[in-house]
């Protein structure tokens, strides 16, 4: 019914740039939240960025002023942009959507397969 397809991780040097994509398809009835979450080895998943259906924003501290989050309501995506990029960023990074799939149906969260950044010189 939902599909997340999710692109743009691989590797790259520190202070380099990545942009991820994930695009929702199948039948629903509205997207609420989009975000994106990362998990490093070891580590528990955590929430990067999100935008939520009026369009703000939030960002984990670590990732503020060099990560930029951005949804396109009509072609049904979201977008993260990653500058400055540095070791610690290094994870799998999993596409989030909160969809509902019928007029008062609840929310339900769908995930992406996700996608590797790999940050190194």
């Known amino acids: 019914q939902v599909q997340l397809a999710e692109s743009g991780g691989g590797l790259v040097q520190p202070g380099g740039s990545l942009r991820l994509t994930c695009a929702a398809s199948?039948?629903?009835?509205?997207?609420?939240?989009m975000g994106w979450y990362r998990q490093a080895p070891g580590k528990q998943r955590e929430l990067v960025a999100a935008?939520?259906?009026?369009?703000?924003?939030n960002y984990t501290d670590s990732v503020k002023g060099r990560f930029t989050i951005s949804r396109d309501y009509a072609k049904k995506t979201v977008s993260l942009q990653m500058n400055s990029l540095k070791p610690e960023d290094t994870a799998v990074y999993y596409c989030?959507?909160?969809?509902?799939?019928?007029?008062?149906?609840?929310?339900?969260?769908?995930w992406g397969q996700g996608t590797q950044v790999t940050v190194s010189s």
């Open positions: 935008v939520v259906s009026d369009g703000s924003t």
């Open positions: 989030n959507v909160q969809i509902r799939l019928s007029l008062g149906a609840p929310p339900y969260n769908y």
């Open positions: 199948g039948s629903f009835f509205i997207i609420n939240d």
